[in-house]
């Protein structure tokens, strides 16, 4: 569920200040779009570092967060290409392992055992996480550009549109995120044109677009905040003076200086998504079980009925990836807020 | 505040009237009320089924349905389940009260932990104490409740029974009672809870530690604590009668606000556990598209939410001196 923000003490209205509006202003977009890819070493010794190369050498030095960044890059590279990590295929039943034609323990055979039909649930876990991690990576890309322009939007122009905005979000956060994306899964399925878009109720699209449609509201939020607080700060007011267009403000100051907490909301919301796909899965309201649309949150809910029966693997060894994931990408988010907050070191002591 | 208090409860009327308007469109386009009865009963006559759509108030158009169904509601006429025809408030009545017990408790509980956690880590912050406690927390929250709560059913109904040798689980799994208990029992109904509690409360133990943390930290930096401090203030009085008070302010109202984070995980665990409280209530009733059972469900969660709202400002002003209401 994503009620909870894992990062309680992240002041989400932050905001690096004039000094790096400039930097922006004078390093181009190069910087916006080749953030990650930069090398480090160019900026050594260099008097100017732009601020996404500080972000990334600060990030660098947190152990933690590199860590948790190598084990998030292989699981994703694992089930992105699930082909490579798996010894049989998804839907593969194996032959008779042992003394059981069905639910076999961990062996050499299958290392984390097999289900109901034999297959090898090690294998299958890569399958499902392939979904699963699309799934979130999807949501989130829709969610936080949706949720950055209405954001920005909102905080920039006020009047009507933000007050739309904030009756709507503040009407969804009221209800817990289930019921919400329960009702509002029925509703979307029965108007017709709605339904064109996003396919049937059981599928992967229709899942992604879903979430995407409550995800949204969290990024926008807190992207209003970031650029309420900076419209008003000098270097805005100094540009507007210049003459500078209404969406050359937006795109080149307001945008990029939101850009370390829109990092961070990104984050949030692959884990936000993962795990609501995996919740409406456990409860049998996610995508139809069948070859290529497995999901950790289906291998999951297959194993309920297991474990009175004391199949435990079914239940350990997704649950166990799943929440390796959601920690790894916690602790990167985590990661970035310090890295692109330039007073961390002092407030976190 | 009294002022206050009186014009924010009365703001809450039109509230009310607005999201149970939306919540009913929603409801009505996205489950239809008579389908939803003729699939759960396939064999209804046609004098039932209008006998339904009667006493319901389904009929006319979207808007006169809604005041129909706000006289039926209001005037206590709340119907029937479209499933095995059992009137809602008895349920509802019942599940309310099974959720508030599991819901106080978890959070009680919870709170209890989590401020205490975070109070011992801000109090000697990057100590070994305050890393594996942050740590861990992150970890806690990181762990969806359907997750923790299946693997601690496994844990107890089969890992610690073979381990032990047992011949029963060491603690029941689901359930209140156990099958054909009646009355009220303490010490059962205690124990059947366990569970149920130690997920919600996982939850709950891993934000408030952090939130609590980042509250003390900051109030730790402040200059009236520093002024305390010069003017000989001990340490010890400095921590409970300046430090904690005010550290204490933002959580009350984030705890209040929380309230539908906490529906939502009672929710998960109330179906894992078979604990038959609201959030059982609602799965069961969007499962059936029961209508009749739906909006009273929503109007109860809507009506707490808004509560919870108002009672963190009022905690807010009264904790903190510096807020007037009026």
């Known amino acids: 569920m994503t009620e909870i923000d894992p990062n309680p003490d992240l002041d989400t209205t932050e905001v690096h200040g004039a000094d790096i509006a400039q930097a922006i202003e004078a390093n181009t977009d190069a910087d916006l779009t080749g953030l990650s890819l930069r090398d480090e070493s160019e900026g050594v010794g260099g008097e100017s570092l732009s601020p996404f190369r500080l972000a990334l050498r600060h990030y660098r030095r947190n152990t933690l967060a590199m860590i948790a960044l190598v084990v998030l890059l292989l699981i994703v590279l694992a089930c992105l290409f699930p082909s490579i990590p798996a010894r049989y295929g998804e839907a593969q039943r194996l032959p008779k392992t042992g003394s059981t034609f069905i639910h076999a323990p961990p062996s050499a055979k299958a290392w984390f055992g097999t289900d109901d039909l034999n297959r090898d649930l090690y294998s299958r876990v890569f399958y499902g996480g392939r979904v699963s991690i699309m799934i979130g990576i999807a949501v989130a890309i829709i969610a936080c550009t949706v949720g950055t322009i209405v954001g920005a939007l909102a905080g920039y122009l006020g009047g009507l549109l933000d007050d739309i905005l904030m009756r709507i979000t503040d009407i969804f956060l009221a209800f817990p995120i289930l019921v919400s994306l329960l009702v509002l899964r029925n509703v979307l399925a029965e108007i017709s044109f709605i339904k064109a878009i996003m396919g049937d109720k059981t599928s992967i699209r229709f899942m992604v677009l879903l979430l995407s449609a409550v995800g949204w509201m969290a990024v926008a939020r807190i992207v209003r905040g970031v650029v309420l607080s900076l419209k008003e700060r000098e270097f805005v007011e100094a540009s507007r003076s210049v003459g500078a267009s209404g969406p050359r403000i937006m795109f080149r100051h307001l945008i990029p200086n939101a850009l370390g907490p829109i990092m961070v909301a990104l984050s949030l919301s692959v884990v936000g998504a993962i795990l609501a796909e995996s919740t409406l899965s456990f409860f049998g309201y996610g995508p139809s079980p069948g070859e290529g649309r497995t999901t950790w949150g289906l291998l999951i809910a297959q194993s309920k009925s297991g474990v009175l029966s004391g199949y435990w693997w079914l239940v350990v060894f997704p649950c166990a990836l799943l929440v390796i994931t959601i920690v790894a990408i916690n602790f990167v988010g985590d990661g970035l807020r310090d890295a692109f907050d330039p007073k961390s070191d002092m407030s976190r002591a | ?326």
């Open chain 2, 1 to 326: 505040m009294i002022r206050f208090v009186a014009r924010r409860l009365m703001w809450t009327i039109p509230t009310l009237f607005l999201i149970t308007f939306l919540v009913f469109i929603a409801i009505r386009i996205g489950t239809d009320p008579v389908q939803s009865y003729l699939r759960i009963n396939p064999r209804a006559s046609q004098k039932k089924i209008e006998q339904y759509k009667q006493t319901n108030g389904l009929t006319g158009n979207i808007v006169s349905q809604y005041f129909n169904w706000l006289h039926h509601f209001v005037t206590f006429n709340w119907g029937r389940s479209i499933k095995g025809s059992r009137p809602v408030w008895p349920e509802l009545k019942a599940a309310m009260a099974n959720t508030l017990v599991l819901g106080t408790l978890a959070t009680a509980v919870g709170l209890v932990f989590g401020l205490a956690i975070g109070i011992l880590s801000a109090m000697r912050p990057r100590s070994l104490f305050d890393q594996t406690s942050t740590t861990t927390a992150f970890v806690g929250i990181s762990i969806p409740p359907y997750v923790s709560a299946i693997l601690l059913q496994l844990f107890f109904a089969i890992t610690l029974t073979r381990w032990l040798g047992l011949s029963k689980p060491l603690l029941p799994t689901s359930g209140i009672y156990p099958p054909g208990h009646k009355g009220f029992d303490l010490r059962l109904r205690l124990k059947y809870l366990i569970l149920p509690i130690t997920v919600v409360a996982i939850q709950v133990i891993a934000v408030y530690s952090r939130y609590m943390r980042a509250s003390l930290l900051e109030v730790k930096n402040s200059d009236y604590l520093r002024t305390a401090r010069a003017k000989g203030v001990s340490e010890r009085r400095i921590l409970v009668r300046h430090a904690l008070r005010n550290a204490l302010i933002p959580i009350v109202t984030v705890a209040a606000i929380d309230i539908g984070g906490i529906i939502g995980g009672l929710i998960i665990t109330e179906r894992i556990f078979e604990n038959k409280g609201m959030g059982d209530f609602f799965l069961t009733a969007y499962t059936n598209g029961d209508f009749p059972q739906l909006m009273p469900w929503m109007v109860f969660v809507v009506l707490a939410v808004i509560l919870a709202n108002l009672l963190a400002d009022v905690l807010y002003a009264v904790l903190d001196p510096r807020i007037r209401l009026d």
